[in-house]
């Protein structure tokens, strides 16, 4: 047997999200999302930039699925933009925005390629923001209703559902440290947001499985893996505290139907008494089908008693390379992600939903060498194989990203795609990578691909 080889169902593919792509972003009856609004104020996002064009997915569709094709993808992750088919998050439904769905998954079917739904990927209706957003109890109902309208809608051509990726960013990107939208930097909020996404991903779960769909649900977490700078006991405990905010905050109420303990103390110390009714728990830890693992680096960590976040910081080392996004480029990390998870969490289903790297190749005479891409990829395929073999079922694999696009506070300064864009005139150039993933979904295996 060829070692290199992936098992013989593995899925390829490509991810990407609606606010970072589309544009379009108050055409035929859109309503505003937060991004909107947050973009839009001068210094929230790097030169300004705004997703109002972004890669004018929304009008080059059929374009970008003819390349997503001859890159030989068999799926594609993306997700729905909320204020396009609700604008007011709620009520009234924007037919036209269903329309531009339906067609997306018509032709991707058409072209052979399964499409994978993302609900929630940041883009809320500013109507929903205007009464409080995430923090807000009432919006349990409102993703309800537009997770029922999404399910019933398309539920015949779309098999597999994402119901919200990364909490953690939503939550603390956004209502923590405010670098992302709405822009609160409130970190009791935070957890109350934390809270009320993870009530709403299994009311979505629970949803599904009432509708007696066919298909898979599940949910998509960023998570590292986190490592103490030295064997010293105070650096251990860093690491395992960060190992609880990032990973531990989602995966336990999801599979153990509870917060881990130590950072709860913490919270609870600070925050006073934080209420959560065991009923809630009861709803988050709702059966999924399987787990999305978005994976970019991983976290050296070190005891730091001047760190305002629990002492906690985390440092650079000279040993490893970096990418534009100044993250540590660790495959290893992935590994024993895989490995920990595994063992301490699920035997479900694995896929990894998101991973890539920004780097700054630039476009030559039509080209663009990205070498630093394939050796990225190719590394991180390389230990997810090594994890198969030692029995962790990872099933399918999404590069981020299909194309450049916006990369949130970083605008457009940031590109991640397989194809490169130029947003001058839209114009979409194969990368290296591109031309190297194609050969490896051609072959299902990393061999002489490198
Ligand atoms: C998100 C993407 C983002 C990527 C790179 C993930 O956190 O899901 O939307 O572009 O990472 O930062």
């Known amino acids: 047997m060829n070692k290199n080889k992936f098992p013989k169902n593995f899925i390829w593919g490509t991810a990407t999200s609606s606010y970072q792509i589309e544009g379009a972003y108050d055409k035929d009856g859109k309503g505003i999302s937060i991004w909107d609004t947050f973009s839009h104020i001068k210094g929230n996002i790097y030169n300004n930039d705004t997703g109002d064009k972004a890669c004018d997915h929304y009008n080059r569709y059929k374009e970008d699925i003819k390349i997503m094709k001859e890159l030989g993808i068999k799926s594609y992750r993306f ?3 909320w204020p396009r088919v609700l604008p ?8 036209k925005g269903l329309d531009f769905y339906k067609n997306l998954i018509d032709e991707l079917l058409k072209a052979g390629i399964e499409p994978v739904v993302t609900l929630y990927h940041w883009d809320l209706p500013q109507a929903l923001q205007n009464n409080g957003g995430w923090e807000n109890k009432e919006i349990i109902n409102a993703f309800h209703e537009y997770a029922k309208l999404i399910l019933s809608e398309f539920n015949d ?25 709405p822009g609160i930097k409130n970190h009791k909020i935070a957890l109350q947001v934390a809270h009320n996404l993870l009530i709403s991903h299994g009311e979505a779960v629970k949803l599904f499985r009432e509708m007696n769909l066919k298909g ?15 064997d010293k006991k105070e650096d251990i405990n860093a690491a395992k505290l960060l190992e609880e905010y990032i990973n531990g905050w989602f995966l336990d109420p999801i599979f153990k139907g509870r917060y881990p303990k ?99 190749n630039q ?16 590394k991180h395929f390389k230990k997810t194989l090594k994890a198969i073999k030692k029995g962790v079922p990872v099933k399918r694999y999404y590069v981020w990203s299909l194309m450049d696009n916006f990369e949130w506070a970083y605008g457009y300064s940031k590109r991640f795609g397989l194809i490169y864009i130029d947003y001058s005139t839209q114009k979409r150039f194969f990368k290296d990578s591109a031309y190297w993933y194609k050969k490896v979904i ?3 295996s990393i061999k002489n691909n490198k």
């Open 88 to 95: 007011n998050g709620k009520g009234e439904v924007n037919q």
């Open 442 to 444: 051609n072959s299902n």
């Open 79 to 81: 997700s729905i933009s």
């Open 262 to 360: 130590k950072l709860s103390k913490i919270y609870r110390d600070k925050y006073g008494p934080i209420n959560k009714l065991s009923k809630d728990f009861d709803i988050i830890k709702q059966k999924i089908d399987f787990l999305g693992i978005n994976y970019y680096t991983r976290a050296l960590v070190k005891h730091n008693p001047d760190s305002k976040f629990y002492n906690i910081e985390t440092i650079k080392t000279n040993d490893s390379n970096y990418t534009a996004m100044d993250w540590e480029i660790y495959p290893d990390g992935l590994y024993d992600l895989l490995i920990k998870i595994n063992k301490k969490y699920t035997d479900l289903p694995i896929y990894i939903t998101e991973n890539g790297a920004a780097f700054n």
């Open 363 to 378: 476009l030559d005479n039509g080209k663009i060498h990205d070498e630093n891409r394939i050796e990225y990829l190719y």
């Open 157 to 181: 051509k779309v098999k597999t559902w994402i119901t919200i990726n990364e909490p953690f960013v939503v939550a603390f990107n956004g209502n923590s440290r405010g670098e992302h939208a």
């Open 216 to 230: 898979k649900i599940g949910i998509s977490l960023n998570l590292t893996s986190t490592y103490p700078n030295t």
